[in-house]
């Protein structure tokens, strides 16, 4: 059983910085893609972040502001977010693929909520 369990998210001034974190369990993640994603109150989710085993790709709204890594030997994948705005202000969910070496998003986490106040 696949489980992705987020923390880090918080309350933080516009320009402070968050860092969160994606612990996953039940199998290896090396071969599969891991990635962040974030709804705001009445909108669809968003793609934030992602990566797989060819790189890295970050939406728009946060390239040069949002650092994701992971750690293959730890199972856990890190999104180090600076230069907050209000308008990140989000439930951002972890999530991972099924099959390995197929970008998909399958198992998702329970969400952390993270707040940028102006």
């Known amino acids: 059983q696949v489980q992705l369990v987020e923390s880090g998210g918080g309350l933080v001034q516009a320009g402070g910085s968050l860092r969160l974190s994606c612990a996953a369990s039940?199998?290896?993640?090396?071969?599969?893609?891991m990635g962040w994603f974030r709804q705001a109150p009445g909108k669809e989710r968003e793609f934030v972040a992602g990566?797989?085993?060819?790189?890295?790709s970050y939406a728009d709204s946060v390239k040069g502001r949002f650092t994701l890594s992971r750690d293959n030997a730890k199972s856990t994948v890190s999104l180090q977010m600076n230069s907050l705005k209000p308008e990140d202000t989000a439930v951002y969910y972890c999530a991972t693929g099924r099959r390995p070496r197929i970008l998909e998003y399958y198992y998702w986490g329970q969400g952390t909520q993270v707040t940028v106040s102006s």
């Open positions: 990566m797989t085993w060819s790189g890295t």
């Open positions: 039940g199998r290896t993640f090396s071969d599969y893609a």
